[in-house]
């Protein structure tokens, strides 16, 4: 009789007898070892195909935790953080001088690099000795939570930073969102939280995407890579695509006033009726006053708008503010308060009817040569916003700018 071994199971060959043939036991014990293996080579198959599936989306996982210049990420605020990762990554890639400069810039403290010393003295365990030459690298993790607008909560910057306890080295979280308004919030909340892992050395930072942005165009003047410039101009049309550049900063909402432009003058203002629909405004920084036909000769700035209703039984005035470009708030209201004083003002008849939006200006300017509305047909319909940031390279930071911009230019220019 024949024994053979096969992954740990023992057949046993059939044998002839001359008085019976062939024997019938042993051939049920071959079908039943032969059985065997084969489910045995079934589910090493089996476990094999699972594993490489298993390993297929292990590596699908650690290439989606990459920055990638393809990403599948779906949530926007995943996307919005792969490509501010990708310009830095790529910025190191470049240059590490100029990578730790930005970072320095933003945080005033990062500091990334080697650093190189000469004859200094080390301890070891037969005593001090002079080492001749020394370089170095401090570890640093840097964590960073993007938010599309400011809505960070204390649960979660905190549990960042306890995890950031336990590494070595700097440690820094990076808030990066659109603050606008509410930088004064967040340094507050940051300041609060930072105290109690102060024995810990972890730094919060607050970051606006545009802080980011300017950031990386300013340095982008050392680099002499044509790839990379690309890339910055794709990013930045990113970023105005998905609202996260501050583009109401560069807004002109230029509105008809017809024959009220006198009292516009007089009281720093223009209104409208109280509506969510036709007349709902952007946030605009700056506002163009068209009396009459096509061209524009009088700018402003606005300092806010505010909503104005009144009690049906009362003349009581309740004024909500819809947004403030100017950090005295309360400021608005008391003006707001002042200009419904005069009963001749013509937006008294629309505060009588269902309520009066009310946009506070000041810094009113007068252009000389005037900004003409070259499209065809005449009267302004409702608004035109117009994009005073379309050369970003350009763009106004305050009124006198604006006007050096438009003045004696048409509003094409900026379509």
Known sequence: ???????????????????????????????????????????????????????????????????????????????????????????????????????????????????????????????KQIADGIISQEPITIYVETKNFDWFYNNQIEGYLENLKNK??????????????????????????????????????????????QEILHISNNIQNDMFIYMLNDFETFLLHENLLPIWKYRLDVVRT????????????????????????????????????????????????????KDNDSSKLHIDIEYSNIEDKISLINRARNIMTDMNYYGQKELEKKGLRLFLLSKITPLSKGFEKDSLGGRLPGKKYINLAKNWNNKPENISDVVNLIDGSRWSYFD
């Open 258 to 309: 017809g024959t009220t432009m006198s009292e516009n003058l007089k009281h720093n203002c223009y209104s409208c009726p109280f509506d969510n629909g036709t007349w709902k405004h952007k946030q605009a920084k700056y506002m163009g006053l068209l009396a009459q036909g096509k061209i524009l000769k009088t700018i402003a700035e606005i300092d806010g708008v505010v909503d104005i209703t």
């Open 1 to 127: 009789m024949i024994r053979q071994q096969w992954f740990g199971v023992t057949l046993k060959s059939s044998s002839y007898s001359p008085r019976g043939g062939f024997s019938h036991n042993n051939d049920n014990k071959i079908k039943f070892a032969t059985t065997s293996c084969h489910l045995i080579l079934i589910l090493l198959i089996f476990h094999t195909m699972v594993f490489l599936v298993w390993m297929s989306e292990y590596e699908a996982v650690i290439m989606e935790n990459k920055t990638s210049f393809f990403t599948t990420y779906d949530q926007k605020e995943n996307r919005v953080t792969n490509y501010c990762l990708l310009m830095l990554n790529q910025l190191y890639n470049y240059s590490p001088l100029l990578f730790n400069q930005i970072l320095s810039n933003l945080t005033d403290e990062l500091n990334f690099g080697v650093n190189f010393y000469q004859q200094q003295g080390i301890n070891t365990k037969k005593g």
């Open 168 to 213: 070595n080295g700097k440690k820094f979280l990076l808030l990066l969102s659109n603050f606008d308004n509410t930088m004064e919030k967040i340094n507050n909340r940051k300041n609060e939280i930072e105290q109690k892992y102060e024995n810990d050395e972890i730094h919060i930072y607050p970051i606006n995407f545009i802080d980011l942005y």
